[in-house]
């Protein structure tokens, strides 16, 4: 072993001899097999003239074997290598290296920053300028050796590293390609605009930009910004970026007055103004605004039933597409009412004198009174009109002839005709009456001769009708019908009258030009007559044989008919006067056919009561008959 430590050491010295006269750098064939390592670290150190304190051994051997040959300086790294792999390493003790271990080389006083070509292990600084300290730190840390110790300075923004130049050198390149100024990459873009807003354009380049661009990678992070005073585009950015986001604010840059606020007058032709404004304004609160000031007000103009509307250019937009679908022609309901009071005595007694079971006051009563007269049915044609049948006005016609031939014969009297042209779904009134007084206290002056002083208040007397029609389906009018009827009384206590309110509530279903009849309103009236003979009748004592007096109880049936037409434009309203005035012309035909089929019963009627007053003696003597007893003109 001995023998080959000389040979070996021979071969190294003869060698360094002969490359110092051949070259700077010297190159030496090492063989090394079993060699213990404190052999291996003298013959570095005299290889390299370098003194190497070794205070305790270190076990082991080396083997290693060159194939060609290598560096004299490389001699030295791998004595490092080997003693790294024990656990130690060698630091610089002034002129000489101890061989200490890993642990604690940080302690041996390294040297700082130290430039040359030793491959010892020193201390360096390592500052950074762009980037924070730690987190480079924990970027860096794996590639120190394991006698390499990092500490960070916060305050400077530096790490202190303790290890071999070699492992310093890579940290340094890492710290180099972390720590580049991405300052020098980003560039300031200012784009002007012509047309469009910079804060409106500025959000949606904002999104177009993170779906084109990777912004997760730091290279690549892109801020876009907003000058409202040049309007203009600040894009921060590299100059691939930007040139990526160019075209596509010159696309997006025309003009807009959508960001603008303006005011603006819409008229209505067919809708209320305030009603139209309620439901604009409950959709409008639902809507959320980035800002308060950009929500639309809208606002009532009476004189010109317009709505005023201040607001950003697409609000508007949508104000007027909403504004569209309210404000059409709504459709609407002609109802022609009748308003009647039939005295039911009277009524009676026509149906008598006719020998009619129909003049009964019933709904079904009124038809049939005109149905049961027979003869042939009067053409009508109802096609002027959209799905009218012939069939509904069959009823209707007969109905209201009826009515015509009772009131012609003191049966009836219609109070009222009035016709209303009705909104969908909107309620619509009329009353008939008269305003009464009425004594509500009387004061007596404490001067018997005084004249007393009564009290009044004023009463509304008479019929309140309300209708609110509403369109159904099929061609068919919900008719939602109140109907009240007010009137005085006749009090047991002088001068304080009673009065009286009668209240029908009725929702029905009615096809378009059918009639619907509102009864029930029923009355009691007693009337007390005096007739006699002129001036004899006014001797004291003896006048009364030549006055006479009767009273008569009447019910009195007030009947509403309702007959309601669909208007759905304008067009149709001339067709349904024009329909109204040929009915009127038909119901006055077939009142003429009524009057002629009663007369016809009458005369029959008559016929058989004369063939029997003439085979019954005892009937001849009756001075009237049945039937001529209760016409109107006997009585």
Known sequence: ??????????????????????????????????????????????????????????????????????????????????????????????????????????????????????????????????????????????????????????????????????????????????????????????????????????????????????????????????????????????QENIDKLTPLISRLDEKDDSTNQRLTIIPLENSEAKNVVASLQAVLDKKKYAKEADKPTVSVYDELNALVVSGLESDINDIRAMIKVLDVEKPQVFVKARIIEINQNMADSIGVKYGLAGGAVTDAGLFTFAADLGGAAIAFDGGGLINLSSAT????????????????????????????????????????????????????????????????????????????????????????????????????????????????????????????????LIYDKNRDEAQGIPYLRDIPLIGGLFDWRYSTHEKINLVIVLTPFIVRNSDEMTKIRKLLQELDGIQDEYEKLIEQKLEERKEELDKDASDSNTNDASQTSASDSALSVITPAKR
Not at 171 to 179: A, G, L, R, S
């Open 1 to 238: 072993m001995q023998f080959t430590t000389k040979l070996l050491t021979l071969l190294i010295a003869g060698t360094l001899a002969f490359g110092t006269a051949a070259a700077a750098r010297e190159q030496v064939n090492l063989k090394l097999q079993d060699i213990k390592i404190e052999e291996l670290i003298k013959m570095v150190g005299k290889a390299n003239g370098k003194n190497i304190l070794l205070d305790k051994p270190i076990p082991g051997t080396v083997n290693f074997v060159s194939s060609t040959p290598i560096y004299k300086d490389e001699l030295f790294t791998i004595l490092l290598s080997v003693l790294n792999s024990k656990g130690f390493t060698m630091v610089q003790e002034g002129s000489y290296l101890k061989i200490v271990r890993q642990n604690v080389a940080v302690k041996e006083n390294l040297p700082i920053n130290a430039r040359s070509g030793s491959a010892l292990m020193q201390t360096r600084f390592i500052s950074a300028k762009n980037e924070n300290i730690d987190v480079i730190a924990a970027k860096v840390r794996q590639f120190l050796s394991p006698a390499g110790k990092l500490l960070t300075i916060k305050e400077n923004n530096m790490m202190i590293v303790s290890d071999t130049p070699g492992n310093i050198g890579v940290i340094e390149t890492i710290v180099k390609k972390i720590d580049r100024d991405q300052a020098k990459d980003v560039r300031a873009e200012f784009i002007p605009l012509s047309s469009a807003k910079a804060s409106r354009l500025a959000a949606s380049i904002t999104k177009i930009a993170k779906a084109i661009i990777n912004q997760k990678v730091e290279n690549n992070k892109v801020e876009i910004l907003s000058d409202d005073a040049t309007n203009a585009i600040i894009i921060l950015a590299t």
């Open 393 to 520: 006005f069959d009823s209707g016609i007969a109905f209201g002839a009826t009515i015509d031939f009772l009131a012609s014969n003191g049966a009836a009297n219609t109070l009222s005709q009035p016709t209303l042209l009705c909104v969908n779904n909107q309620e619509s009134s009329i009353y008939v009456g008269r305003t009464e007084p009425i004594v509500t206290s009387t004061a007596q002056a404490a001067d018997t001769t005084s004249v007393a002083r009564n009290t009044y208040t004023r009463e509304d007397i008479g019929l309140t009708l309300k209708i609110k029609p509403r369109l159904s389906q099929g061609n068919k009018v919900t008719l939602i019908t109140t109907a009240k009827l007010e009137d005085i009384l006749n009090s047991s206590v002088a001068g304080l009258p009673s009065t009286t309110k009668r209240e029908v509530v009725t929702t029905a279903i009615v096809g378009n030009g059918e009639s619907v009849i509102i009864g029930g």
